[in-house]
């Protein structure tokens, strides 16, 4: 996950920084004396010795505030998931500014390392989340294009934290570690925070049953058994896809009445309570894929499933 923010911080630092052309251009190792030796070498899109940024990730915390037990479930083929709710991390990025010009008598590059500064501070203040949508879909001729969003990244928006107000608390201690006689020199000083997700693991079959019954007390012979069943609707694609929005029909066992119906939720599901025991039909329909074959079905099912398919 935290190499694609690194990808993606690169991305948006190319779309909306104007010095920023070429990939080279956003580095994330230690602005240590290796670093600086490479600055001077560093090349725009045009292939020209320019600016560059160092995006290091300086510290790691979790975000306890956004903290849940809740987990998501899914079902695949007749079997529920469960996916743990991920861990949420914030990301502590020192940025700094670098050019590649020799500071002379004529000539001072620290007011375009500044100037570079406020770029990357106004790039990452212009909305309280990062959308990795919107950054992957920019584009900015004639080195930046369109690109798929990573699958960790897909549906995550990242809240960022810029410039907070106590700083980095190790700052001095931070540029000490990164080699003796070199002044340290200021940051922008962001924090991103993702989710760490976890793989869904099986957790069981779905139900698709639920039998009930009912009687007098003292009277065993009063039982009424009471089915609540369900199922899915699945279209003909390869693998089939939930058909959400589809009206389902409970019919007689001659397919000649209709006795109830109920709509699919997002999906694809139904569900018919309090049935009685004995032979029906299902049937769905749903636009545009139209409505399906009559399906009969023993109540309750000996297989357990009630799914329909077009």
């Not at 903290?67 to 469960?82: L, P």
């Not at 002379?104 to 375009?112: F, I, K, M, R």
């Not at 200021?186 to 639920?210: D, F, H, N």
Request: aromatic share 8%; net charge neutral; with cysteine.
């Amino acid at each position: 996950m935290i190499d694609h923010l690194d990808a993606l911080l690169s991305r948006l630092f190319r779309w909306q920084v104007s010095v920023i052309t070429a990939a080279g251009q956003v580095r994330f190792q230690p602005p240590d004396d290796d670093w600086r030796a490479m600055v001077p070498n560093v090349t725009d899109f045009a292939g020209n010795t320019n600016l560059s940024l160092n995006v290091y990730l300086a510290d790691l915390r979790e975000n306890r505030k956004l903290r849940t037990n809740e987990r998501e479930r899914s079902v695949v083929a007749g079997e529920i998931y469960e996916t743990a709710p991920p861990r949420r991390v914030d990301c502590h990025y020192l940025i700094s500014a670098w050019s590649p010009a020799q500071p002379n008598a004529g000539l001072d590059p620290t007011p375009d390392e500044h100037a570079l500064l406020a770029e990357v501070a106004r790039a990452l203040g212009r909305k309280d989340v990062l959308d990795p949508a919107e950054i992957c879909a920019a584009t900015r001729p004639p080195s930046l294009a369109a690109v798929a969003v990573p699958p960790p990244l897909a549906g995550e928006m990242l809240p960022v934290t810029l410039l907070p107000v106590e700083g980095f608390p190790k700052i001095a201690e931070f540029w000490g570690t990164m080699g003796d006689g070199n002044r340290w020199k200021p940051c922008v000083y962001a924090v991103v925070t993702v989710a760490l997700k976890e793989s869904p693991v099986r957790s069981g079959a779905i139900v698709t049953t639920v039998i009930s019954q009912y009687l007098q007390r003292q009277a065993p012979g009063s039982v009424d058994t009471r089915f609540h069943i369900g199922g899915q609707v699945l279209d003909a694609s390869v693998p089939p896809k939930p058909v959400p929005a589809a009206w389902v029909e409970l019919l007689n066992a001659l397919g000649t009445a209709r006795l109830r119906v109920v709509r699919t939720d997002a999906t694809g599901r139904f569900v018919f309570a309090d049935v009685g025991l004995g032979a029906y039909q299902l049937r769905a329909t749903a636009h545009p894929q139209g409505t399906t074959a009559p399906r009969p079905i023993t109540v309750p099912e000996p297989s357990g499933n009630y799914d329909l398919r077009y």
